[in-house]
């Protein structure tokens, strides 16, 4: 059987890669990267907030090719069921789809205003009144996953959800939006999990800068 490959892009800006790459390393499956340039129309439209996914990041393993980070998932989940990527019970498991879908087609002004930097540390960032609302969201599902679970990821134990919110961990840094002790302490254990340090540590070597962001941005 020929290794498995995922294709993504800049490990700086692109939060849809992030979310794909951790939904496999947490499944553990064995895959070799594949990374596309800012120049890459795919790679370009999503890290420039035109599209949330469009071929990046794309999963190919024993036969199948699977480029939605939601697909992506339910796959994993599938091919790799006792690795527990949804939670077991039937009504978390509805919970988790429901919080996942969310993140995947919701929250644009979130995205559009406080885009994905993983180098960039920007302090007392002024957070738009329509960002705030989906900060505010945001909150409230963590809060309600964290009280349901009791943590210390969203549904207990680290799964798909905290891969889809993971990017949204890494806007809070980067931004210094100010989080409350149980959400603060949600976002440390997402930062320092093994698999965060070593894509941090990848997109900060990255020499690559997208201009786009820096100008828009």
């Given at each position: 059987?020929a290794k498995?490959?995922?294709t993504?892009?800049?490990?700086?800006y692109?939060?849809w890669?992030?979310?794909?790459w951790?939904l496999?390393?947490?499944a553990?499956?064995d895959?070799?990267?594949v990374?596309?340039?800012?120049?890459?129309?795919?790679a370009?439209a999503?890290i420039?907030?035109?599209?949330?996914?469009i071929?990046?990041?794309?999963?190919?393993?024993?036969?199948?090719?699977i480029?939605?980070?939601?697909?992506?998932?339910?796959?994993?989940?599938?091919?790799f069921p006792?690795?527990g990527?949804?939670?077991?019970d039937r009504?978390?498991?509805?919970?988790c789809r429901s919080?996942?879908?969310?993140?995947?087609?919701?929250?644009t002004?979130?995205?559009?205003?406080?885009?994905?930097?993983?180098k960039?540390h920007?302090?007392?960032?002024?957070?738009?009144?329509?960002?705030?609302?989906?900060?505010?969201?945001?909150?409230?599902?963590?809060?309600?996953c964290?009280?349901?679970?009791?943590?210390p990821?969203?549904?207990?134990?680290?799964g798909?959800?905290?891969?889809?919110?993971?990017?949204?961990?890494?806007?809070?840094?980067?931004?210094?939006v100010?989080?409350?002790?149980?959400?603060e302490?949600y976002a440390?254990?997402i930062?320092?999990?093994?698999?965060?340090?070593?894509?941090?540590?990848a997109?900060?070597?990255?020499?690559?800068?997208?201009?786009?962001l820096?100008v828009e941005y």
């Amino acid at each position: 059987m020929a290794k498995a490959t995922l294709t993504i892009s800049s490990k700086n800006y692109s939060s849809w890669s992030l979310r794909g790459w951790l939904l496999a390393k947490f499944a553990g499956l064995d895959f070799d990267e594949v990374v596309v340039g800012p120049d890459d129309a795919s790679a370009r439209a999503e890290i420039l907030l035109l599209s949330s996914s469009i071929l990046v990041p794309c999963l190919r393993h024993d036969g199948a090719t699977i480029w939605d980070t939601l697909a992506i998932a339910e796959y994993l989940n599938e091919t790799f069921p006792d690795v527990g990527l949804l939670p077991a019970d039937r009504i978390q498991r509805a919970h988790c789809r429901s919080i996942c879908g969310e993140i995947h087609s919701g929250f644009t002004t979130l995205r559009a205003s406080l885009p994905v930097n993983l180098k960039g540390h920007f302090p007392g960032f002024k957070v738009w009144t329509r960002a705030q609302a989906d900060i505010d969201r945001i909150w409230a599902i963590w809060r309600d996953c964290l009280d349901k679970s009791g943590g210390p990821f969203l549904f207990g134990q680290r799964g798909m959800a905290d891969a889809m919110y993971a990017p949204v961990v890494t806007r809070f840094v980067t931004y210094e939006v100010k989080l409350e002790p149980q959400l603060e302490a949600y976002a440390d254990l997402i930062m320092a999990m093994p698999e965060m340090r070593e894509w941090i540590a990848a997109a900060n070597a990255e020499p690559e800068e997208i201009e786009e962001l820096e100008v828009e941005y």
